[in-house]
């Protein structure tokens, strides 16, 4: 399986990097995808290299997708192929995990309609605004949803997130059976 | 399982927190320790709380022991108690993985004598002076010992921790039954 994670610079590090390396431990390939190509930069001054331009990104390649926080979102939700990569995933029912403001990019898809999930607090009000149903935990799971707050919930962000990617592997291995 | 993880001051930021939320995630209780109370600050100004002093810790309380990269090994190294924490480690062939330049803390014990190991590059030949049999490579397993170069090399290193980690839990469950 392969893991597209949509990021911008002033990402959150520990919200890109984390999950980047932890889908890295468990074998797949993680394409970082941007505006533009070379590198974005974190809020605390990690380089990370873009793999791929939103334009050159086919969404059907990916098994999951990773929405950082940090301020990446504001600028991030502003690209109508983000959000349209956004929709893909959902309208596959592939798994989706955002953390912190992450959840912007799925409220500007129009993504989160009776959608429980979660995000960082200043963000509450705009998932309520756009339908979401929010909850103040350390991470939400509603189908192919996974949401958490903060880079204090990454541990239980992650086990969520690699419990979609062991599902979606099981079911890439039906498929090749098959 | 409880975790150890020992640093200070100017620690490699990714090298401490992606080891210490993947150790979480597995729902290890994880203690960082260093000189003082308070928190410490990294190369790129993530702030962690410090559980313990290197003092109030019993080595015996831990089955694994983490020593992340940076500058602040080159502090950590002249702890006389840090030095006898990771020869308790060795003694009791409990795991130590070290990234970076965490392996100078082992030199300083005189823990490297014949064994395998990798590390950041500018150390390399500090840790062949000490003995050590140095590998260029992403990650060395070296019985207890379990080494990595730098933050590319997180996935394998991770890969690799964890498995000393499901080793442990086998061997913890092992006794609880008997």
Do not use: W
């Amino acid at each position: 399986m392969k893991a597209l994670i949509i990021s911008a610079d002033e990402f959150e590090d520990t919200e890109l990097l984390v999950p980047y390396y932890r889908l890295k431990e468990a074998g797949l390939e993680v394409v970082v995808s941007s505006m533009n190509r070379g590198t974005i930069t974190g809020l605390h001054g990690y380089q990370v290299a873009v793999d791929k331009t939103l334009e050159e990104v086919d969404s059907g390649d990916y098994g999951i997708l990773v929405l950082p926080g940090g301020k990446a979102p504001g600028s991030v939700r502003k690209q109508p192929k983000a959000l349209a990569i956004a929709r893909d995933f959902f309208t596959g029912n592939r798994p989706v995990a955002a953390i912190c403001h992450g959840p912007q990019i799925l409220a500007s898809a129009d993504l989160l309609k009776g959608r429980r999930l979660t995000c960082t607090a200043s963000v509450a009000e705009e998932v309520k605004a756009a339908g979401g149903l929010y909850e103040d935990r350390d991470v939400v799971v509603d189908g192919n949803l996974v949401t958490s707050r903060q880079p204090a919930d990454l541990p239980a962000f992650l086990r969520r997130m690699m419990e979609q990617v062991e599902a979606g592997t099981a079911v890439e291995a039906i498929v090749v059976i098959n």
